[in-house]
């Protein structure tokens, strides 16, 4: 199962749920109407209608229809079959395909693993950590040479002043 958004807050007083999504790339196809997504990997929730503003997601659920059942929902994740995840195109991954990934540099030396994935609206960002220090390397390919997802690695051209 794959994480696809988390419960943060509620929105009116029908049970509409404020989603923190994973990522918003291709939440409309996750969350389409009628789509069983998983609350905590155990509970199935059928979707009855979704959108997204300002980057945030906002969905109903059948069987939630007061602001006191979706307040019980509240810090919950919903999660998502891996196999129903849609398909990507060539060069395009999911984050928790990146997400621990071990990143190297031109000159092979191992530089940290990817922690966290940012979007920023114009590309992604990774951060690289490596134990207490960490920097954040743009999700392009000036910088992101190679990925191999299979390998948990990711190959990037170093520039002077990255890290």
Do not use: H
Not at 75 to 86: A, F, G, N, V, Y
Not at 124 to 147: H, I, M, N, W, Y
Request: aromatic share 10%.
């Amino acid at each position: 199962m794959i994480k696809i958004a988390t419960i943060i807050n509620t929105r009116g007083l029908k049970g509409e749920c404020k989603l923190y999504l994973v990522s918003s790339e291709n939440a409309q196809e996750q969350f389409k109407k009628g789509k069983v997504v998983y609350l905590e990997k155990e509970k199935e929730l059928k979707v009855k209608s979704f959108q997204i503003l300002k980057g945030m997601g906002y969905a109903k659920f059948e069987g939630i229809d007061t602001i006191e059942q979706a307040e019980a929902l509240k810090t919950k994740e919903i999660w998502l079959p891996k196999e129903e995840m849609p398909a990507l195109e060539e060069d395009e991954y999911y984050f928790y395909e990146l997400k621990g990934c071990t990143v190297y540099n031109q000159n092979q030396e191992m530089v940290g693993t990817v922690t966290e994935i940012l979007e920023t609206g114009a590309n992604l960002v990774l951060r690289v950590s490596d134990g207490d220090a960490s920097f954040l390397c743009p999700f392009v390919k000036q910088f992101v040479t190679e990925v191999d997802v299979k390998n948990k690695r990711i190959d990037i051209m170093e520039m002077e002043g990255l890290r």
